[in-house]
């Protein structure tokens, strides 16, 4: 696949699961260094740390399989979406208030992703 691949491109891919999967992967190392930032500022740096640590290196990993394979704004755009919706569902299991607004908010920035992807 070309490096400027789009979402439709890698949509009919046929190895559109390993996609999906190291798409999430990235997402969730961002999710997982914002928790350990989060974690930091309200207690424990050394589980911070491990955790800031391991999710950059999970996204940096996963970031460079995909950017080898499609486009920049593609690959960024579409791990924005998911790690959205990453980020709520972790705010939520912190004991974070997700209200109606916050799911609203959430549902824009995936629809315009999914504007900017098609």
């Given at each position: 696949?070309?490096?400027?691949?789009?979402?439709?491109?890698?949509?009919?891919?046929p190895h559109?699961?390993?996609?999906?999967?190291?798409?999430m992967?990235?997402?969730l190392?961002?999710?997982?260094?914002?928790?350990?930032m989060?974690?930091?500022?309200?207690r424990?740096?050394?589980?911070?740390?491990?955790?800031?640590?391991?999710g950059?290196?999970?996204?940096v990993?996963t970031?460079?399989?995909?950017?080898?394979?499609?486009?920049?704004?593609?690959v960024?755009?579409?791990?924005?979406?998911?790690?959205t919706l990453?980020?709520?569902?972790?705010?939520?299991?912190?004991?974070e208030?997700?209200?109606?607004r916050?799911?609203?908010?959430?549902?824009?920035?995936?629809?315009g992703?999914?504007?900017?992807?098609?």
């Amino acid at each position: 696949m070309s490096p400027d691949a789009t979402l439709s491109e890698i949509s009919s891919n046929p190895h559109i699961l390993r996609w999906i999967v190291v798409i999430m992967l990235a997402a969730l190392g961002y999710t997982v260094a914002t928790v350990g930032m989060k974690i930091a500022a309200d207690r424990s740096y050394a589980l911070a740390t491990a955790l800031v640590l391991g999710g950059f290196v999970l996204v940096v990993v996963t970031e460079i399989f995909l950017l080898r394979r499609a486009d920049m704004t593609t690959v960024y755009v579409t791990i924005i979406g998911v790690e959205t919706l990453m980020i709520l569902a972790a705010g939520a299991m912190m004991g974070e208030v997700v209200d109606m607004r916050r799911i609203l908010g959430a549902s824009c920035v995936v629809a315009g992703i999914a504007l900017v992807s098609s």
